[in-house]
């Protein structure tokens, strides 16, 4: 008799060795974000565990590195599993752990940790409604970042009514230490989506650099990218894919996403 402990270990296993396995199939790219991804209300219950490995590969970037040191931007992807865990029906803890890159050379390599605390306030089921805000901060290796300690906050907002899911994020992101800290810089990040099905929605999520605090609403060439999504279940898996655009300051012109909700704790 296969053990509880086992089942979840080989979902972990099929859903990492799953999304690389597709990603490898497509071809080289820039080490985007490790997280690519409009937050919403759900939080894991009380008690439970969660696991979501994100991913990310970028199809054609324009753009070479940024500083001396910084690993090349081209032919790598990123693969991140993140674990939550539900303290309250309203707050939640995440661990990115680890954040890991295959370079150009076919090279695994792994370049840092993250934590998060998110918080969503109570409300009532029927309540369309929610906001909320997440708080991350962790360390990266050199190759991807000049500064080695970086920190988010992030304010969530959004609505959910009939087949209209509607979600609203502004991102202050800063460095914590290192040589380049700089002001803090802003981004909106918007996501709509309508359900087709039960099991299928599409939609599109807007990632937009609105300037630092020091020269806001500079959004010229502040970075921007926009994806066509599909949020989808197989049995208790919940999917998240997305294949964007970069523009307007953003040297990632073609990304494609993925994001794999594990079922480890039902």
Same mark, same amino acid.
């Given at each position: 008799?296969?053990?509880?402990?086992?089942?979840?270990?080989?979902?972990?296993? #099929?859903?990492?060795?799953?999304?690389?396995?597709?990603? !490898?199939?497509?071809? /080289?790219?820039?080490? %985007?974000?490790?997280?690519?991804?409009?937050?919403?209300?759900? !939080?894991?219950? /009380?008690?439970? +565990?969660?696991?979501?490995?994100?991913?990310?590969?970028?199809?054609?970037?324009? %753009?070479?590195?940024?500083?001396?040191?910084?690993? *090349?931007?081209?032919?790598? #992807?990123?693969?991140?599993?993140? +674990?939550?865990?539900?303290?309250?029906?309203?707050?939640?803890?995440?661990?990115?752990?680890?954040?890991?890159?295959?370079?150009?050379?076919?090279?695994?390599?792994?370049?840092?940790?993250? %934590?998060?605390?998110?918080?969503?306030?109570?409300?009532?089921?029927?309540?369309? #409604?929610?906001?909320?805000?997440?708080?991350?901060?962790?360390?990266?290796?050199?190759?991807?970042?000049?500064?080695?300690?970086?920190?988010?906050?992030?304010?969530?907002?959004? &609505?959910?009514?009939?087949?209209?899911?509607?979600?609203?994020?502004?991102?202050?992101? +800063?460095?914590?230490?290192? /040589?380049?800290?700089?002001?803090?810089?802003?981004? +909106?990040?918007?996501?709509?989506?309508?359900?087709?099905?039960?099991?299928?929605?599409?939609? !599109?999520?807007?990632?937009?650099?609105?300037?630092? #605090? =020091?020269?806001?609403? =500079?959004?010229?060439?502040?970075?921007?990218?926009?994806?066509?999504?599909?949020?989808? *279940?197989?049995?208790?898996?919940?999917?998240?894919?997305?294949?964007?655009?970069?523009? *307007?300051?953003? /040297?990632?012109? &073609?990304?494609?996403?993925?994001?794999?909700?594990?079922?480890?704790?039902?």
């Amino acid at each position: 008799m296969v053990s509880r402990w086992d089942r979840n270990r080989r979902s972990c296993l #099929f859903a990492s060795a799953a999304t690389i396995g597709s990603l !490898l199939m497509v071809m /080289p790219a820039h080490a %985007a974000p490790e997280e690519i991804q409009v937050y919403e209300n759900d !939080l894991d219950r /009380p008690g439970q +565990f969660g696991l979501d490995v994100h991913t990310n590969y970028v199809l054609t970037n324009h %753009a070479g590195p940024d500083y001396v040191g910084e690993q *090349s931007p081209d032919h790598r #992807f990123r693969v991140t599993p993140e +674990f939550s865990y539900g303290v309250t029906s309203a707050v939640e803890l995440g661990l990115y752990l680890p954040l890991t890159e295959v370079d150009r050379s076919g090279h695994f390599t792994v370049d840092g940790a993250k %934590a998060r605390i998110k918080y969503i306030a109570p409300h009532a089921p029927e309540q369309s #409604f929610y906001y909320g805000a997440n708080f991350e901060i962790g360390h990266v290796d050199h190759r991807l970042d000049e500064n080695p300690w970086n920190a988010e906050l992030k304010g969530i907002t959004g &609505w959910r009514k009939g087949p209209w899911d509607l979600a609203f994020n502004v991102n202050i992101d +800063f460095a914590v230490s290192g /040589p380049d800290k700089g002001p803090a810089t802003i981004q +909106f990040a918007t996501k709509a989506s309508y359900k087709v099905t039960d099991k299928l929605a599409l939609g !599109l999520e807007s990632y937009d650099g609105a300037g630092t #605090f =020091h020269n806001f609403g =500079h959004f010229a060439d502040a970075g921007h990218s926009i994806y066509a999504t599909a949020d989808t *279940s197989i049995g208790p898996w919940d999917i998240n894919f997305g294949v964007g655009r970069g523009y *307007s300051g953003e /040297p990632d012109k &073609w990304i494609v996403k993925m994001i794999v909700s594990v079922p480890i704790d039902q």
